[in-house]
């Protein structure tokens, strides 16, 4: 079924390649309303084929996993076909010519000085589910499934902390070409201040609602302790998390993708994994309770935090 899933999802990838695309240009011009209309529209897109094309309703047949892979392939189309109309009737303040598409290799390289460590940041964080699943299922298997289920509730969180931190790249990024220093330091110093309200009001929702999410999971036993501690304990690393997320947009727009790479090794492998370990070992050989486990990405996001902190004095001194 995974096979299935994913052959259709890569072979009709065009829609989330080229909605990603127009997304980032209608973005840069200030037009932000847009792409959040474009995305909404696809995902309910998507929410209403999925039933339709899996349980074959509306006399259509039922296509199981296919169906629901190609619900998400038109729902991806859907919003790239928005963005794309956006953009060409809005963003007059682009020149959409046939010659732009001859390679600059200028250009490649200043795309891809400023986009690489985002495309390491989303593949550690891939890697990252995958060695900390193994590390967790040498101590108790109940502790990968507690971790999966957190983690998918903490994407809501954290995926309001990549919102934010694609407004303040652009932003930053256009009064850093304009070289006006009053703006960057306003712009970086908004952007980290709303992200940690957002982080806050996250954090504030799960030590509340911890037990009512483990309920709504099913969730029973150990497990559902587990489910619970772990999102009491984790989301207190959603304020150092918040920052760290800020600041990386903060150096792609600020022309230094080195710093923004060095931090997503920190937060999402180099201080993880290793740490991770310790702590199961610990609790294999000292029958230490399995909450202490969560403590892992505390101290992961704390001190990618404080490097965080010292790359962006540093990067702010060289500006100024």
């Known amino acids: 079924m995974a096979s299935q899933y994913l052959k259709i999802c890569c072979i009709a990838s065009f829609g989330i390649v080229f909605y990603s695309l127009y997304e980032k240009i209608i973005q840069a011009t200030g037009r932000s309303m847009y792409t959040t209309i474009a995305q909404v529209s696809g995902a309910v897109l998507n929410m209403i084929l999925d039933p339709v094309l ?3 309703l509306c006399g259509l047949p039922a296509l199981g996993v296919n169906g629901a892979a190609i619900a998400t392939v038109l729902g991806q189309i859907c919003s790239f076909a928005l963005d794309f109309y956006f953009h060409y009737q809005y963003d007059h303040e682009i020149s959409n010519d046939l010659g732009y598409l001859k390679p600059n290799i200028r250009i490649i390289k200043q795309i891809y000085a400023i986009g690489f460590p985002a495309i390491i940041a989303q593949a550690l964080m891939s890697i990252m589910t995958y060695a900390l699943n193994v590390i967790f299922g040498m101590v108790d ?8 289920l957190y983690y998918k509730i903490q994407q809501f969180v954290l995926f309001a902390a990549f919102g934010l931190r694609d ?3 652009p932003i930053v990024s256009f009064n850093y070409g304009l070289q006006n220093n009053n703006r960057i330091k306003d ?3 908004y952007g980290l201040i709303y992200t940690l309200i957002i982080m806050l009001i996250g954090f504030g929702t ?13 969730l029973s036993g150990q497990t559902a302790s587990l489910c619970e501690s772990a999102m009491k304990i984790i989301s207190v690393s ?6 760290n997320i800020a600041m990386q947009g903060c150096f792609q727009a600020l022309e230094n993708g080195l710093s923004s790479l060095i931090i997503s090794l920190l937060r999402q492998f180099v201080l993880v994994i290793p740490v991770a370990y310790i702590l199961a070992k610990l609790v294999m050989v000292y029958n230490m309770p399995y909450w202490i486990l969560w403590f892992t990405f505390i101290f992961a996001e704390g001190v990618s935090t404080l490097v965080s902190i010292i790359l962006l004095k540093k990067t702010m001194n060289h500006i100024f």
Not at 141 to 148: D, K, L, P, Q
Not at 238 to 243: H, L, N, S, V
């Open 187 to 189: 712009g970086i110093r």
């Open 238 to 243: 959603f304020m150092f998390a918040g920052a």
């Open 167 to 169: 407004a303040i790249t």
């Open 206 to 218: 799960l030590e509340l609602s911890a037990h009512v999410f483990t309920t709504i999971f099913g």
């Open 54 to 56: 899996i349980y074959g």
């Open 141 to 148: 298997e109940r502790i990968v499934t507690a971790y999966g």
